[in-house]
C-alpha cells in the first residue's frame, strides 16, 4: 500500500511507522479505513478549522461518532463515518435502522436524532450550537445534555465536540492511537507534506499482474 500511494522512499518508511500495526486480515482491513479517513476526511478538516480561525471565522469542529449497535457492536463498527449523521440530522428512516442494526435499542437512536437535529438547527437559526434565548421546538431537553461548545482556534482552543449519546469536548492531540476518533498532529502533518503518487486509472490492476511489485 506504502508503494502505491508513494515514490518518495521516506514518505513510505513514515507512512508505515504510522499507520502499521500487528494483526491478521481484520486488523489491516480496519487500519487500510483509518488511512482513508485521515487522508481524505479529517486532515483536511483539521487544515481548514485552522486557516479559517486564523482569519477571525468562527469554526465549531465536531466528529460524529454514534456506536450503539447492541449485540452487533463486537461486530460491526461503524463510529466515525462519511454522511453517516444525515439520517439523524433530517430524522428520516430512524426506526427502521434501529431495528435492522440495533434491534431493541430504538429509544438510543432517537435520542441520537434529538441531539444532532437540534444542534444542526440551532446553527440554522442562531449560527451558535446553542440558542440561548430562543432554541428551536422542543430542543430543551437535548441542550442539557449538549456541554458547552467553544470555537475552534489555533493555537489556545483546537477542541472538537465528540458528538455521540453522550457529548463530550476533546482537543485535538499531537499524537493519537491509531484507534482514536480524530487521528494526532503527527498523522495529519504527514498527510500534509506526503508526495502522493498520480496513476493511472488501471494501475493497481496491471500492478497485481506483475509479481514483482508484489514482493514483500
Known sequence: MSRWLFENETDQHNFQQLYDQPGGFWDKRVTFGVVFRDSFFQCSTRDIATEMSRHGLPVYHYVFDFTDFGLLDKWFHIGTSH????PF??????????????LLNVRNWWKMADLTSCTWASFIKCQKPKCPSDPPPNCEEPYKVLPEWTPFSEPDNRNYLRLDLKPTIAQ???TAPIDNEFPGDDKCDFWAGAHYKWHD??????SKQDTSILVV
Open 89 to 102: 440530522v433530517f430524522r428520516t428512516h430512524i426506526t427502521a435502522l434501529a431495528d435492522t442494526f440495533s
Open 83 to 86: 454522511i453517516f449523521e444525515i
Open 201 to 206: 486509472p488501471h494501475d493497481f490492476w496491471k
Open 172 to 174: 485535538i492531540k499531537p
